[in-house]
Structure formats: C-alpha cells, structure tokens
C-alpha cells in the first residue's frame, strides 16, 4: 500500500495543478465522483464516487498569501478521491463508519449505515446524512478563520448526531485524520514545547489550545494546524498522534505504543495521523449534539537569520476585566547556521494589555546544533485594560550568535454578549371541537450586542408537562456562530397532549459565552371528550327532500387514550332508508393506520342493518396495539335515502367507548334531528 499512496500522491498534486486554474473565491465544483468547495486558501472534496462517498480531503489552493510555497498542496491525503480519513460513531459496543461501504483498508471492518441525504452543497457547506442504527448524522463541511491567521484557510469539521429512536443512548464520536504536508508524511507535530515524532497523546484536562507542522522553519513549504481548544471548536476528550496503519485498521480503540514512531502499520513508510475522540456519553431520544473540529493553514511569524525565529498566537483574543482567559504564544527557533548555537535564550516582551499568566519572560534553551529546531511556549494573559492591536516581541540571542527578534500582532477584542428573546402563542382558542392554532410556533430571538463572534451556539426546548414537539421537530437547533450584531431567529413546532390550563415549557441557550434559561406560558382551554352525530350532508346542498340521498358521520372528539368503540344507530325507518344495507356504511378514520404506507385498515365490523326496526346493529373497531393519545375522527359514516316527509332523531345506543384499562365515560353525546322536506 505504501507504493500505492506515493503514486497516488503524485496524480492528486498534477490534478490539483490542473483544477486550480478554476477555481475563485467561495467556488463550489461538482463531477461524477465528488463534490468541492474552495476559496483562495483552501480546498474541500468530498468523495461521491462508487466506494467511500462521504470521505473528504483538504488541500490548498492558494494557500497563505504571505507564502508562494504552498499552493496546490496535500492537507489531508485524499487529492480528488478522498479515502483514508473517516469517522466512527460509537453507539454503545458498536462502531459504525459514517459514509458509504469502503473497499479499502482504511474503516473496512466497521457498520455501515444507510444514505438520508447525498453530499449536497448548500450555503457554501458540503452537507450529507447517514442513518447509522439509532442515530442519524449529518457532517457539515465549510470553511472557516483560523485562530493565529485570521483567515478563511480552516476546514470547519462538523457532525450533528441525533437520536431517533425512542430509548437513549451512548454515544460517541472519532474523527481520523490522515494529516499531510504537501509531499511530506513526516514532519513533526508540533505542541507548546514539544515536537511530537512518536505516538503521544494529550487527553481533556490538559488539551493544547493547538498543535502546528511544518517541514523546515528557514523555508517552510506548508504549515498545518489542528485547532483542539478554543471557544469555535468541541474539545475533545483525547486526541492521538500516531500512524496512519494503525487507525485505519481499528475503529474505535487502536493499537498505541507511545515512544513507537510514525512509520504506517506494516509498512516501512512514515505516516502520521491524529485521532480526535469524544468518549460516549447519554443521547436521550429525540436529542441531538454536535462536534466541531478545525482543521487548515497555521499562521506562523518568522524572522530568518543565522538563527531563525517563528512565533504564533491567536490573532484576536477575547478579554474584558472581569473574564480574563489565557492563551499559548508558541515561538520556534532553529540554528541556520554552520555551526553549533551555543547557550541559547528566548525572551518574550509584552505590551501594555498582555502580562504572563506565570513564570519568567526568559526560556533558556541550551545549545542547538546546525539544523535543529526548538520550541518553547508562554501562557499569556490579556488584562482586559486595553483593547484593539497591540504587538508583542520575542529575542533569541546566543554567546556564539547574532541576536534575532520577531514581532507578532494581537488583537484584543471584547467578548460577546447574547441577548435572547422566547416568543410564542400565548393561548389557544376552540373552533369546530378542535384547538387551534395547533401546532402552533415558539420563537428564540437572539442578538448579539458584544464585539467578538458568539461560538457554538445551540438552543434546546424542553416541553415538560403537557406540551410536545410537533412531528419532524427536533428538540436541539444549531444556528452556528452569531457576529456582532447580528440576529438569528429560531423556530419551533409544538403540540399540546390533551392536558389543559396554563403550561410553561423552557429554553435553554448554550453557547462559548455561557447558558440561559428563559420560560414561556399558554393557555390550553379545555375540550370536553364528545360523540357527536355531524350534520347531514347533501349531495346537492340545501335542504333535504323525500328521495334525495344524504350521509351521517359519528365523529369522536379529545378522547383520551382512545382504544375502541361500540354502539347501535337508530333511525325513524318511516322517514329514512339505509338501501345498500352494510354497503352503505363506511369504516370510521379512528380505525384506519395512516402512519403506514399504504394505511392498514384496524379491525372494524358491522353485526346488521334492519330497515324495518330503524336500527344498525353492533358497529364496532379496535385500535389495536397502541391506543390514540387524543382521539379526533369518525367512527362510522352511513349513507341514507330520504323516504318520506318528516322528522327523525339520528340516535345513539348502547354505546361504549374504551381505554387500555376499561371503559370511559367521561363524554358528551350529541345526537341529531333530521327533517325531511316535501
């Protein structure tokens, strides 16, 4: 396989160099085998070919402007035919692939699940949707500013996972990544202070804001950067550096050797790839939850020299006096001499508005031989005092060197701030026996006032008591990253249960600024449960006369739990006929399963019609197997011929209606006169 990923490697750049002559800012590109987004930086493909449809790639196209190396280079391996990266989601002891059937080694073992959406380009986003058993996902792709260049260079990666069974359930998510840098498969993870060349990993609580890799500091061709914390992205529970063999053959758990180096599993090539997790936890049902993960260009300042120096930073950080959160400043330095730094010292210099979190401004580095790069980092903290740019500097000096500096810029912005409004119905009315306006529309309303975006926001509605969701509602909406002052409105469906009086249901805002809380009241007036026998319909209209022919529907109305129904009509024979007998009545809708397709019809029967004595006989249905929460329809329709002059009460007798536990008699029975004319 090793053979197999160098020749195709080799094809991927030649396309590349070929396809990017098409491509302008934000353009979208669709063929038979996948779909692409890209802009000036980078690209996005996604696989829509016979195998692996789903799996994406990410490349440059133009790549950092302040760079001419890096364009038309391998992000993720893949090129035009995405393969080796895939996501596992875990529900409970299985692993399902997300995507198509794979004939590859990479995610082979896994369950696959079944197509809802084809990758579709929508908004700038590649979207699709897997079934994979109880849960269906959604991988959203687009892109994104990356946290130390400022730009639209990052692959926003997200998957939204909702339950749509009625049982919770465990449930989590990997996300591999077969990283790569141009034509380099080596190159080191770089983290803080570390240079990772061996299978490590960080876990929750002591996650790095992110991790960068290039292949040289002097003359760098590509730098990547993972980003694993930071208020755009979910943090993972553990994230792994290791070989690209070993995750491709394990789904879930994976064979870690720390100290073991990156060379592919079985193979005698180096290649690297990292494994975000996010261990399973409790999906409730009809709950949805997402995960984001950045992954694209890193933003590196460099200073070359006999010793070269690079820094990287955010490029904005959020900062108000009473919220004051500390970030990673990163500095690289490598000896571009010919001949050995000796005793070298990083110093770091922070203006006015940043001050060190902890520890000395000076990193003693030792001595570094011809070649050699090193990194040291800093956690900094912005007071909240000033704001707008401010520039920081770090020196590299050396006993046996000339001494080099480099400057490296910071924005410091204020926070959000969210402002939510909850709007909806505040009563419903009754028309015709039935609520209205039923479902009826909850609305969220949130700007935001502050200064910095507002990240992952997400708006969960709880109906506690009397209230549910309308059918294809889910409970849990994204509406993704709100700027400055902008306003996003959210909308729910919602249903009432049969319960009456005033109810409240909740909303709950979750979003990188914190939770809010915020309730809303109706009022449901109450039905009272009726059996009512319709007014006559006439198949011309008007009145009805001696020969004219007319029908009756009994309709049920806000029966709770509705099981069954029996009962007699009664008719005055002189004045009424039912001429087809048993053809002449029609099964009621309360037994007819409209949730199949096609409907199946529920047990329902007539016992006999006799026009002598005025009477219909044992009409009766059954449900079946689960009863009706709230029962509005017909029991049964008859059909009549008006015989003759007169009055004549459509009646009913020996009626039973029925619940799960017995018999109900908590009803109305509305019965009707019929007057035939001359």
Not at 81 to 105: D, H
Not at 293 to 306: D, M, N, R
Not at 563 to 576: H, M, W
Not at 587 to 594: A, P, W
Request: proline share 5%; aromatic share 10%.
């Amino acid at each position: 396989m090793a053979s197999f990923k160098v020749r195709a490697t080799n094809l991927m750049v030649f396309l590349l160099l070929i396809t990017v002559l098409f491509f302008t800012s934000g353009s979208a590109y669709a063929s038979e085998s996948k779909l692409e987004i890209a802009n000036e930086y980078i690209r996005i493909v996604v696989n829509t070919g016979e195998f692996n449809v789903g799996r994406f790639s990410v490349g440059t196209t133009g790549g950092d402007p302040e760079r001419n190396t890096d364009q038309n280079k391998h992000l993720i391996y893949g090129g035009n035919e995405p393969w080796t990266s895939y996501t596992t989601i875990r529900i409970g002891n299985e692993s399902w692939v997300f995507g198509g059937q794979t004939n590859s080694r990479s995610g082979r073992e896994g369950l696959f699940g079944e197509m809802i959406q084809a990758p579709t380009i929508e908004d700038g986003a590649i979207i699709s949707t897997w079934k994979t058993g109880p849960i269906e996902v959604t991988q959203r792709l687009s892109f994104a500013r990356s946290s130390t260049t400022g730009l639209l260079d990052t692959a926003r990666i997200e998957y939204e996972l909702h339950n749509v069974d009625n049982v919770s359930h465990m449930v989590g998510l990997r996300i591999m990544l077969d990283t790569m840098l141009g034509e380099n498969d080596g190159a080191p993870f770089r983290v803080n202070d570390q240079a990772l060349l061996t299978d490590s990993v960080f876990y929750r609580d002591n996650m790095p804001e992110f991790w960068q890799a290039f292949d040289s500091l002097s003359d760098p061709q590509v730098m990547s950067q993972g980003t694993l914390r930071s208020d755009q992205v979910s943090i993972p529970d553990r994230v792994y550096f290791t070989n690209w063999g070993s995750l491709a053959d394990d789904l879930w758990n994976f064979d870690f050797q720390p100290g073991r180096d990156f060379t592919r599993k079985g193979e005698f090539e180096l290649d690297s790839a990292i494994a975000l997790f996010w261990d399973p936890v409790p999906l409730r049902a009809g709950e949805s939850r997402s995960y984001v993960a950045y992954y694209g260009l890193g933003g590196v300042t460099i200073a070359p020299g006999e010793i070269s120096v690079g820094v990287t930073s955010p490029a904005q950080v959020i900062a108000d006096e009473l919220s004051q959160q500390s970030f990673t400043l990163v500095a690289y330095v490598q000896n571009t001499g010919k001949g050995e730094a000796l005793d070298v010292v990083a110093t770091l210099d922070l203006p006015e508005g940043l001050q060190l979190a902890d520890g000395q401004n000076e990193r003693r580095l030792g001595n570094l031989q011809v070649g050699e790069t090193i990194q040291t980092s800093w956690m900094v903290i912005p007071t909240g005092k000033v704001s707008g740019k401010v520039t920081y500097k770090v020196t590299v000096d050396a006993i046996n060197s000339e001494s080099n500096s480099v400057q490296r810029d910071i924005e410091i912005i204020r926070p959000a701030k969210l402002q939510l409004d909850f709007v909806g119905t505040t009563h419903l009315t009754i028309q015709s026996e039935r609520l209205t306006p039923v479902p009826f529309e909850a609305t969220a309303i949130i700007r935001n006032v502050g200064d910095s975006d507002a990240y992952r926001v997400g708006l969960t509605i709880y109906c506690p008591f009397g209230l549910k969701l309308a059918p294809g509602e889910r409970a849990t909406k994204y509406p993704g990253t709100i700027r400055p002052g902008e306003e996003v409105r959210v909308n729910w469906r919602l249903e009432p249960t049969g319960v009456s009086g005033n109810l409240y249901y909740s909303l709950y805002l979750n979003s990188s600024v914190g939770r809010e809380v915020t309730n809303n009241w109706i009022f449901i007036p109450g039905l009272q449960p009726k059996i009512i026998v319709e007014e006559p319909r006439v198949v011309h209209g008007g009145d009805i006369k001696a020969g004219d022919h007319f029908s009756v529907t009994v309709l049920a109305t806000n029966i709770v739990d509705f099981q069954s129904a029996s009962l007699d009509l009664v008719y005055d024979p002189e004045v009424v006929e039912i001429v087809g007998r048993k053809l002449d009545i029609s099964r009621g809708s309360l037994f007819v399963d409209e949730t199949t397709n096609p409907p199946v019809f529920l047990p329902w029967s007539v016992s006999s019609v006799d026009n002598y004595t005025g009477r219909v006989s044992n009409i009766s249905g059954e449900r079946g197997g689960t009863p009706l929460p709230l029962a509005f329809g017909s029991l049964v329709t008859i059909h009549f011929r008006a015989k003759a002059p007169g009055k004549t009460l459509i009646g009913l007798e020996n009626l039973v209606i029925r619940d799960e536990t017995g018999e109900i008699t908590n009803y109305q029975v509305i019965e009707r006169e019929i007057v035939v004319k001359p």
